[in-house]
């Protein structure tokens, strides 16, 4: 709750069953802080970021009880978390879309794992992220929506390829803010303005060579296009 800053527990009939003051519990009571993106782990825990004078990450149960700060991430220079992604192991990353590197990836006891990413205009860049997506094979998906793009990296953090690039067209994408899938063998990604979601077949759709950083044409496809079947 925007307001109130604390965060309400939902039953499946949307009825209120508990709420949790995250802020009082780990003991940041500066009025200008609020909880805003929300993720759980394969063990039901509730990851929580954190805006306003300071950023940060932080982890409870969702009754509320051990609660605790994973991460200070404002002393390591995060400006704004457009984005929290959470692992099943309990991995968690955090985008930035004004402080650099763009991308970090921590343990889940709140140790950087390692962090990628500036905000220019090469192809490994991150101009605007919005999604993050752990893939089966330990590799990162990003979606980039002022690239037009889902950007996929090495779990050192190396860019790879990508699939989209600026489109109404099957397969292309206009402002994507949401990517999900296993990563390996499925890509799913919603657009914002195209008002679509797609689901690629991996390997990707379009790829980088490691010589020129340029486009080439991949084997991916793209296996549903509601715009196209309606």
Known sequence: DYYSRTIDVLNIRGERIGQIDILEEIGWRDPSLRPEKLSLDGSGRLYVSIAG?????????????????????????????TAMSVAKDGRFAVLDYRGEPAVRIYDPSGRLIVAFGGHDVSQGDLSYPTSFLFAADGSYWIADALRHAVKHYSDKGDFLEYVGGYGAEPGSVRYPTGVTGDGVGRLVVSERVGGRIQEYMLPGAVYATPEEKSPTTGSGSVVVDPESAN
């Open 53 to 81: 004078s300071r950023t940060g990450v932080a982890r409870c149960l969702t009754d509320g009880s051990s609660c605790e700060l994973l991460v200070n991430t404002s002393v390591e220079g995060v400006q704004a978390i």
